[in-house]
């Protein structure tokens, strides 16, 4: 239990540009998520100069988001099942990964 109470914030980057509709609704989604689970958030604007190589990545994916710089989903954020995840990566050892291979496949 004390473990939990010491967990290192989680630290998220949502993968975004200016013109997508999907990532309004993420970031509604995420708000009710952070309401549950605790973390920051960054956003990247894959069409900003010096993020070319995001881009080429996730040009046809976005909203894409990492938890603590690993794939966490993309395109629609599930607030239960995201919540789900977050709590478990965040009672989980710092040395494990998320699960990315439960409903998220193809990333």
Not at 9 to 29: D, G, I, P, Y
Not at 59 to 73: A, G, R, S, Y
Not at 98 to 107: E, H, R
């Amino acid at each position: 239990m004390a473990a939990r109470k010491g967990a290192q914030r989680l630290s998220l980057t949502m993968f975004t540009h200016n013109q997508c509709q999907l990532c309004v609704h993420a970031k509604e989604a995420l708000e009710k998520v952070r309401q549950q689970v605790p973390f920051d958030v960054k956003e990247v604007d894959i069409r900003s100069p010096g993020n070319e190589a995001w881009f080429d990545e996730y040009k046809h994916d976005v909203p894409v988001i990492h938890v603590n710089n690993e794939f966490l989903l993309w395109h629609r954020v599930d607030v239960a099942d995201t919540v789900a995840k977050l709590q478990k990566i965040r009672g989980s050892d710092s040395t494990e990964q998320p699960d990315t291979a439960s409903g998220d496949a193809g990333k």
